[in-house]
Every structure is written in C-alpha cells, then in structure tokens.
C-alpha cells in the first residue's frame, strides 16, 4: 500500500474531497518526523512506538577487497509495534498478502509456516 492507497481509502470512507485527506495524511506523516527529529520517540497508542537509536561507530570489511573500514556512527528509527498491532499481524492470511520470507526459508524452500 503506498500513501496514494491511503489518501484513496480516506476519501471514499470519510467521503472527503481528495486534497484534504492529501493534506491531511501528509501533515500526520510530517509530525511524525518533526517529533522523532526534535524528541526521539512518538508513541501511537494501539499502533506502535517510533524511536530514535544511536548506532556505534564499527569498524567493517569491504568484502570485495576484504579492506577494513570505518563505519561511523549514525542514528536510525526503531518501531515496536502495539499490543493490537501485533495481534492482528499473527491472523494475516499469506496467500492474500504479500510477505517477505527470510532468505533462510526460501533457500529451504518452505511456506514460511514452519510446515511443510
């Protein structure tokens, strides 16, 4: 589903004309990322938590020439999903939504149930 989905399912549930539920969406999406860059972390009640997290500087390999290399430190966003969230996600039908399998059950060319 992309943000287009979003503003669409908004405009024919809410009967909004479409500009609105455009700006709308995108005003959400923007508080979103000016409350992480200025406070760290937004929690949506029954959705899930945005947090900021520091990653440590490392140090890696190229692995094409092997050479070792500096990998600064760098700040990502964390998401922890809510307690409703996480239950409707264990009920999702894999034959009608598009999952990403981990590479391991692929290559073992399971279903992704743990079944075969």
Do not use: C, W
């Not at 989905?5 to 539920?21: F, G, T």
């Not at 020439?65 to 894999?94: A, L, N, S, W």
Request: charge should be positive; charged fraction near 30%; glycine fraction near 6%.
């Amino acid at each position: 589903m992309t943000k287009k989905d979003i503003v669409q399912k908004i405009v024919e549930e809410l009967n909004l004309q479409p500009s609105v539920a455009r700006k709308a969406v995108q005003r959400t999406l923007d508080l979103i990322i000016e409350t992480l860059a200025t406070e760290g972390r937004i929690e949506l009640r029954n959705f899930g938590i945005f947090q900021v997290a520091r990653r440590a500087p490392r140090i890696a390999r190229n692995p094409r020439t092997r050479e070792r290399v500096i990998v600064p430190e760098r700040y990502v966003v964390t998401f922890k999903p809510g307690k409703i969230m996480e239950e409707r996600i264990q009920h999702v039908d894999p034959t009608k939504a598009r999952i990403k399998l981990s590479r391991q059950l692929q290559a073992e060319g399971t279903s992704g149930s743990g079944l075969q």
